[in-house]
């Protein structure tokens, strides 16, 4: 029996962009284009009625945005997962859209096998930050917060120096077998370590933390060091 397939809803106010996105994705074993959207409200009503796992959405659309169809999604059909796919890098739009809900951010200069990973990811409940976008989060919390936690400060709502090592990689979108990995943990402690992040910090899911860490500049020196190399 054939595994069930990947629904997805692609949103793009270019019709070449979407029917370009719809041919590379019409190629992947178990992923399966079941509509196209030329704007956020269409992409929330096509996700709606065909159930859809993950809408891959651009940002910047007319009428209904990238962000406010995110938004939309997460009381509408909380189920479906969304993929940011933009030509945006900025930190407002990044911060906007995994506020909003987002579970994956990507650039339109990902190739095809990042498009998927990060498909996948998203049906995991995984997040996955294009390294642009991440290494940019990183920038601009050291310049909004340059007396950031990790050094001599304490971090706040009592996370532990294990746990903004993890929600600092969080915030680099490596997922659990990265950061165990990384820190040379099992992947049980991973998990145990993020549930505590999401409860202390009031984080529903990965994104929020992200933007948790970003606000309070949550970050290590490695992360530059990593970023750099």
Do not use: C, W
């Not at 940011?84 to 990902?110: H, M, Q």
């Amino acid at each position: 029996m054939s595994p069930t397939p990947t629904f997805v809803i692609i949103a793009d106010d270019h019709q070449v962009v979407r029917e370009g996105l719809a041919t590379i994705l019409g190629a992947v074993d178990g992923v399966h284009v079941a509509g196209m959207a030329a704007d956020g409200a269409q992409a929330v009503d096509l996700a709606v009625e065909h159930k859809a796992d993950v809408v891959l959405m651009d940002l910047h659309m007319p009428g209904t945005d990238g962000v406010e169809a995110t938004r939309r999604l997460k009381t509408e059909r909380p189920a479906t997962a969304v993929v940011v796919l933009t030509t945006y890098t900025d930190d407002d739009s990044i911060l906007a859209a995994l506020e909003a809900g987002a579970t994956g951010y990507l650039t339109k200069n990902a190739s095809a096998a990042d498009i998927h990973r990060a498909i996948k990811a998203a049906v995991s409940g995984h997040t996955m930050l294009d390294p642009l976008a991440a290494a940019r989060l990183i920038h601009a919390s050291r310049r909004n917060d340059p007396g950031h936690p990790g050094e001599d400060a304490p971090l706040p709502d009592g996370l532990t120096e294990r746990e903004g090592q993890v929600l600092s990689l969080i915030a680099q979108g490596l997922s659990n077998a990265e950061i165990a990995a990384r820190l040379y943990l099992s992947r049980s402690t991973v998990k145990s370590h993020i549930n505590h992040i999401l409860t202390k910090t009031g984080s529903r899911d990965r994104p929020q933390a992200i933007v948790y860490a970003h606000r309070h500049g949550i970050h290590t020196e490695e992360d530059s060091a990593q970023r750099n190399t």
